[in-house]
């Protein structure tokens, strides 16, 4: 049973592009959460989907940022006209319900590594 | 909201212990402790749900006190293994379930 898969591991773009990070959840997770890491800190909540619905979304920027869960296929966060200060590790984690409660744990990917240069 | 993580860094010899703190401002319905090693994905370690409850894998526990909103992680006779950045996420009553995370505990563990 392959785990969370997350690519690409690592994504360089120029400063003015767009940026599609891809999570593919363990089989059988319907939940999926998008978090950022910024180097020597914690993780920061952006985003929580389950298929085709964005439960909460309080941790993403107003602007630039989106994510989707198809129905069919991976997640996508995607970061329009990227800025130097987007530079971080973006980590998903999957749940086959929702993390926290009946006592489930989050699985997480290996996260991509975005540079804006 | 975000929980409050004590102390930012440990630096232990192999065997000795350590106590990692996580509180909150605000009434918990569960804990989840992760660890991290440099350039990986954090790991799960364990949940705890009820007050009071205790849990522990290996030479690794933690507890939650409800009451005081926080929790702790012990490591006992810490291995070299063990080094790496362990992070609390908590669940706030009421919450719709989406975890909040510390800012990280560092512990290296040196021979």
């Known amino acids: 049973n392959a785990g969370v898969m997350q690519n690409p591991r690592h994504l360089v773009r120029r400063r003015g592009q767009e940026a599609r990070l891809r999570c593919s959840p363990m089989?059988?997770?319907?939940?999926v959460y998008w978090y950022r890491q910024l180097p020597e800190e914690g993780l920061k909540f952006m985003v929580y989907?389950?298929?085709?619905?964005?439960?909460?979304e309080s941790g993403m920027p107003k602007e630039r940022f989106s994510a989707e869960f198809p129905k069919e296929g991976p997640s996508i966060l995607r970061i329009q006209q990227v800025v130097r200060g987007d530079s971080a590790a973006y980590f998903c984690a999957s749940s086959p319900r929702t993390a926290g409660s009946m006592n489930t744990e989050a699985f997480f990917g290996q996260g991509t590594r975005l540079t804006v240069v | 909201q975000q929980p409050v993580q004590s102390p930012q860094a440990v630096i232990l010899r192999e065997g000795e212990d350590a106590v990692i703190n996580c509180s909150s401002s605000k009434a918990l319905y569960s804990v989840h402790w992760y660890r991290q090693k440099h350039g990986e994905a954090p790991v799960f370690l364990m949940i705890l749900l009820k007050g009071g409850e205790q849990k522990g894998h290996d030479k690794i526990s933690a507890s939650f006190n409800e009451k005081k909103q926080q929790s702790s992680l012990y490591l006992t006779a810490s291995q070299l293994s063990y080094s790496g950045t362990y992070f609390c996420?908590?669940?706030?009553?009421?919450?719709?379930?989406?975890?909040?995370w510390g800012l990280g505990t560092s512990l290296a563990v040196n021979p």
């Open positions: 989907l389950q298929k085709e619905n964005i439960i909460d």
């Open positions: 996420g908590t669940e706030m009553t009421g919450n719709n379930r989406k975890l909040i």
């Open positions: 089989k059988g997770h319907s939940h």
